[in-house]
């Protein structure tokens, strides 16, 4: 009988032990490379799509010529005749805006519904189905028509909006905290608030001047058309800084994920995350409601979507569904452009017809280990 020698056997171990190594850090890889890939694949399609919706209108402008412009306009470089300047307002002052504004909105939506429904352990949370958007809503619609504001300036209209939108927020927060209160009970709250600050919306409307009646239904539809270059800064700053913040905290929000008794165990205060990161939201989603209107469906959606390809983990999801919250708001629009032309159906309406049946579906599909 053969006997190893006990360094023989350690050189074996050893070298098993490499190859599983190897092998953990392969499947690593490939796990994180799935992640970018969906991550980048979006970002292209945003691309397309955003210079694909500037060529149309009724001036014909092609799709290389528009990014070519968009880079003389940042370097500087004047305009050589009156076509070219013409061409440079149409993208620049027009198409450009409406763009971004879907980009910025995109972004916002999508990360607020993913924190929402991470914080809150609930699939069907977002700004929508819980009232936050409709709050604002209403705020905002109180500095446009009636022209009351709790502060002078150019964030007067963001300030009113996020006020009101922490109203239902605290319902969320409050109802949240009973015993019994099932996800669904929550959403159907939510739904409650969102009913009554839309009754209220419409009041202020009816109390509107008829000229501007017309602006001011866009805005409740939701559009990217009515947000302007002199929006995009403020909406941009407020919007991204509140979702980076989001995002920094996304390995706590992991652990509130897990449970709250998990969260305390591991030193998280889970009441006060929870009840932050909803404040945070709310702030977002008032942002964004201010000067594109209630735009329904993206927050719910993309964090769906992006949860089969991605994962739970939010240090990637919330990247993977801004990412994708971007692409989907941009088709919506473009669809709005195109489907009824030389009409333009809202983007708010276009999502909602996109997001309904997509929603239903990924219930049914969801699978039970993502949550």
Request: aromatic fraction near 10%; charged fraction near 15%; proline fraction near 4%.
């Amino acid at each position: 009988m053969k006997f190893r020698s006990p360094r023989s056997t350690a050189d074996s171990s050893s070298g098993y032990g490499e190859i599983l190594e190897e092998e953990l850090v392969d499947t690593y890889h490939s796990y994180i490379f799935r992640k970018l890939l969906f991550i980048i694949i979006c970002i292209i399609v945003s691309v397309i799509v955003a210079g694909y919706a500037m060529t149309i209108g009724s001036y014909d402008i092609g799709f290389f010529e528009c990014y070519r412009i968009i880079w003389d306009h940042i370097v500087g470089i004047v305009p050589v005749d009156k076509i070219a300047e013409t061409k440079d307002y149409i993208i620049w002052d027009v198409r450009m805006p409406r763009v971004l504004a879907g980009i910025v909105a995109g972004v916002g939506l999508a990360i607020a519904g993913a924190v929402m429904q991470s914080c809150m352990k609930n699939p069907l949370a977002d700004p929508y189905t819980t009232g936050i958007s409709s709050g604002a809503s209403f705020g905002a619609t109180i500095a446009m028509v009636s022209g009351i504001t709790l502060m002078s300036g150019q964030f007067s209209i963001v300030l009113n909006a996020f006020v009101f939108s922490l109203i239902p927020t605290a319902a969320i927060v409050i109802i949240s905290t009973m015993k019994r209160a099932s996800p669904t009970t929550i959403i159907l709250a939510g739904i409650a608030v969102m009913y009554v600050f839309n009754a209220m919306t419409t009041v202020l409307m009816l109390m509107a001047d008829p000229d501007d009646l017309a602006d001011v239904y866009s805005w409740q539809v939701g559009s990217l058309a009515i947000t302007t270059w002199s929006d995009i800064p403020i909406m941009t700053a407020v919007t991204l800084a509140g979702s980076f913040v989001l995002w920094l905290l996304s390995g706590k929000i992991n652990v509130l994920a897990s449970g709250d008794e998990n969260a305390k165990s591991l030193g998280v205060d889970a009441d006060k995350l929870r009840i932050f990161c909803l404040v945070i939201v709310s702030l977002v989603s008032a942002s964004v409601v201010s000067f594109t209107g209630i735009i329904g469906f993206i927050g719910l959606v993309c964090p769906h979507v992006a949860r089969m390809f991605i994962g739970s983990d939010n240090r990637y999801l919330l990247p993977a569904s801004a990412a994708f919250g971007i692409a989907l708001l941009l088709i919506a629009d473009l669809i709005g452009r195109v489907i009824i032309a030389p009409a333009v159906l809202q983007v708010g309406v276009v999502t909602t017809f996109i997001g309904a049946p997509m929603l239903i579906y990924l219930l049914l599909k969801q699978k039970k280990e993502a949550w």
